[in-house]
Every structure is written in C-alpha cells, then in structure tokens.
Nanobody
C-alpha cells in the first residue's frame, strides 16, 4: 500500500489551498485517514482525521474552523482543504492511514511522503 500526497505550494497569508492524498495498492474504504504536519525544527503534529465512511471527523484546535478533511473512496483519495492560511501553517503535510480514529502519530502505520505548504507574502 502506498500513499502519495500532492498539492502543496506557496500561498499568501489569508489564502486557501487543497492538498490531496491518493492511496494505491488497496482500497482506502477500510482505513481511517489522517493529516499531520511538521514544521522545521518541530515535532510532527496532528491536523485532522476522518473515519472510513466520512461521517466522523476530528480536528486539531489549530485547524478547526479553517480546515476541512474529506474523502472520496471511489477515487481512493483524501483531501485537506485549508483556508485562512497564516505563516504558522507552513509545514510539510503528511497523509497517513490507521485502523482507528486517532490523533496520535504512533497510531498510523502507513504514511505518505509529504507535501510542502509555504505561507508567505
């Protein structure tokens, strides 16, 4: 099973961006999916997670109200829509797959390679 994240880039403060993650090698519909991020010099932190049918979501306090996690199981893809971005959101964003809805890095055993999001004017 492989996870491939994409969609990162440079965005101005206050702007929006959507990052995506495609799962290949196995159907995604049995996995809980999560997004994490890691800024330079900092530990990887939880951003958002979603259950297999998309009806349950969990957000970090920093993401709630600005970010939206969603999934399309037919396309084996999970999305993170980010709005009102600020320089503090600059990080490499990773998608990951788990067997439970969790905020813990250790709960996710499958990881993508990450996509860099830079928020700067």
């Amino acid at each position: 099973v492989q996870l491939q994240a994409s969609g990162g880039g440079l965005v101005q403060p206050g702007g929006s961006l959507v990052v995506s993650c495609v799962v290949s090698g196995r159907a995604m519909n049995t996995y809980y999916m999560g997004w994490f991020r890691q800024a330079p010099g900092k530990e990887r932190e939880f951003v958002a997670a979603i259950n297999p049918n998309g009806l349950m979501r969990s957000y970090a306090d920093s993401a709630r109200g600005r970010f939206t996690i969603s999934r399309d199981n037919d396309k084996n893809t999970v999305y993170l829509r980010m709005a009102e971005l600020n320089p503090g959101d600059t990080a490499v964003y990773y998608c990951a797959a788990s067997t439970a809805l969790s905020r813990e890095v250790a709960s996710y055993r499958l990881w993508g390679q990450g996509t860099l999001v830079t928020v700067s004017s």
